[in-house]
């Protein structure tokens, strides 16, 4: 029994549907908290830097410490793997599949077949510019906050892996979130033809309303990076927060 | 002039367009036949459909033309094709509801006859074998003895299940039945729902998975729903998968 193939077992089908659809909502429900907190910076970069040091553990601890931003994303890593793993399996595997699937679709002009499609477009997508995003996450996790990443993005060059990220993720989120609940069969309502149809509504709203703040988040750190520029490397001192130090500094003085 | 207008039927002046037929041949039993499209051109009537396009296609100018049909009324479910790439009925299908170019091939998945005529039959035997779709009861039942009653909401869930007439129109509509043909489709899973739910059937959610817990059975379907959008008799077919999708998940577990 010790040594028995988890995936052998005939549980194995079950437990992996489970866990893949459990990981997406993980994923997808955390892709949008995430904008948010990124979306701080609109609000200015002292909001921005506020919420970094929260992630920092700063107001538990009296001092932040971004190793917990490393452990937070290597968690979210972890789950990635687990799900790329595990969606992997429904990828078409041989040229045949890819051949029967394109005619296939080509044919029955079928909206929800062409979103399935996506999904798999944008997952496969997701390997690299998940990986590159969360990898640099994980070393560097102290480099967050409103001059920090700004230079990345714009000094670092990251704005162009950034904006395929955005558009790949929400729709690979927003078209996950949609299946999963109709594969699933939660949120129907008593008819469930109507609410698949109230469902792709509220889909394409959620998709639109984050791509327009990502897009708008995304233009304000090219923003503060661009001008930033000439002193790159620099970090950013909140307002008051120096007012407090200097002032301190006065009295030892 | 005025008295007879209630009795007479206004002649219409013909605006009946040309429609024009690409219709895939191939006989797979005939060696030198090649699979083509063949063009027909039709002048469409009123009220027509494509299964009787196809019956004066095949009086006028086609005899050898196959393709399959019972009942011309959505019931028997044999003359499921491609419309324009999609599947339907073709003797629901109005050609008024078409445009003038419409192209017909058989069902992808099954065996072909030849023309538009494929074997749904012995695909649908074959998952019906395999499924056992039908009522597994222990106890030998008594034909003389009045009937055990059924609740009548219980009795209309059945019945609404029931309805499917095994046209194939999920499997040509379903992306990965198309790529894995292994997979029992829609159909196999709505069938098995249906006698989950019937209360003289005596299998337990276990012995359901056996036969669908896996990657052929439930767990393979994708949720691209053509299935539940091509089903001609319109079967709530999303829900019965995600309905069994809940049971086996459950019973894989426990
Ligand atoms: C390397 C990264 C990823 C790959 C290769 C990938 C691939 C896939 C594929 C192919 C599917 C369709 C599975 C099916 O049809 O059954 C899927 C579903 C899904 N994905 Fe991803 N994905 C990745 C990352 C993500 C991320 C970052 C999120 C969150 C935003 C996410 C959220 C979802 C959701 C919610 C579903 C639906 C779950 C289900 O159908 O059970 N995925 N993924
Ligand atoms: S479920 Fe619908 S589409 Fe599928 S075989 Fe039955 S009637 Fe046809
Ligand atoms: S929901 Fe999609 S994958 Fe599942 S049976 Fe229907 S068409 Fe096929
Ligand atoms: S001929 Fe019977 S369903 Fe069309």
């Not at chain 1, 929800?112 to 996506?118: C, F, G, H, Q």
């Not at chain 2, 869930?157 to 992306?175: D, V």
Request: some cysteine.
């Amino acid at each position: 029994m010790l040594f028995k193939n988890p995936l052998s077992s005939p549980r194995g089908p079950a437990v992996m549907d489970m866990l893949q659809s459990v990981s997406g909502i993980i994923l997808a429900l955390f892709m949008w908290a995430h904008m948010f907190m990124v979306s701080s910076i609109l609000l200015g970069n002292d909001a921005m830097y506020w919420v970094t040091k929260m992630f920092e553990g700063e107001p538990i601890f009296g001092k932040g410490y971004p190793i917990l931003v490393s452990l937070f994303a290597l968690f979210i890593l972890s789950l990635v793997v687990l799900h790329a793993f595990l969606a992997m399996r429904k990828f078409p595997a041989t040229h045949r599949q890819y051949r029967t699937l394109h005619n296939h679709l080509g044919g029955i002009r079928h909206t929800d077949s062409y979103l399935w499609y996506v999904q798999v477009f944008t997952g496969f997508a997701l390997f690299f510019l998940a990986s590159v995003h969360l990898y640099q996450l994980i070393m560097h996790p102290a480099d967050i906050g409103p001059y920090a990443s700004s230079d990345r993005v714009w000094t670092g060059r990251m704005w162009p892996l950034y904006l395929m990220l955005l558009f790949v993720v929400e729709l690979h989120g927003g078209i996950g979130l949609y299946r999963v609940l109709v594969k699933w069969g939660w949120f129907m309502g008593k008819d469930p033809k109507i609410g698949r149809k109230r469902l792709t509504i509220a889909k394409w709203v959620l998709t639109l309303f984050f791509l327009v703040l990502g897009s708008l988040t995304l233009a304000a750190y090219m923003k503060v990076g661009y001008e930033h520029q000439d002193s790159a490397g620099e970090r950013y001192q909140p307002a008051e927060y120096s007012q407090l130090h200097s002032a301190s500094q006065g009295e030892n003085d | 002039m005025n008295a007879c207008t209630e009795k007479t039927i206004p002649v219409k002046v013909s605006t009946a367009r040309t429609i024009e037929f690409a219709i895939f041949r191939h006989n797979p039993f005939d060696e030198a036949s090649e699979p083509h499209f063949e063009t027909y051109q039709l002048e469409e009537a009123d009220s027509m459909t494509l299964f009787i396009a196809l019956n004066e296609i095949r009086a006028k100018q086609a005899p050898s033309l196959q393709f399959d049909f019972v009942c011309r009324a959505g019931i028997c479910g044999s003359c499921a094709m491609l419309i324009n790439g999609r599947p339907g009925l073709a003797c629901r299908t109005l050609i008024s509801q078409l445009p003038t170019k419409v192209t017909l091939m058989p069902l992808p998945g099954f065996e072909l006859i030849g023309d538009l005529s494929v074997n749904t039959g012995k695909w649908m035997r074959g998952m019906s074998e395999h499924l056992q779709t039908w009522i597994h009861s222990a106890e030998v039942s008594n034909f003389d003895a009045m009937e055990e009653k059924m609740a009548p909401e219980q009795a209309e869930q059945i019945y609404e299940l029931e309805r499917c007439i095994e046209c194939g129109c999920c499997i040509a509509g379903c992306g990965t039945a198309q790529m894995r043909p292994e997979f029992v489709g829609a159909v196999g899973l709505n069938q098995l729902a249906r006698f989950k739910i019937d209360p003289r059937d005596n299998r337990t959610d276990a012995q359901f998975y056996e036969v669908i817990g896996n990657e052929h059975g439930v767990f393979g379907c994708m949720t691209m729903l053509g299935c539940e959008d091509f089903c001609p008799k319109e079967l709530p077919l999303a829900q019965q998968i995600a309905y069994m999708r809940r049971a086996m998940a459950a019973a894989g577990i426990n």
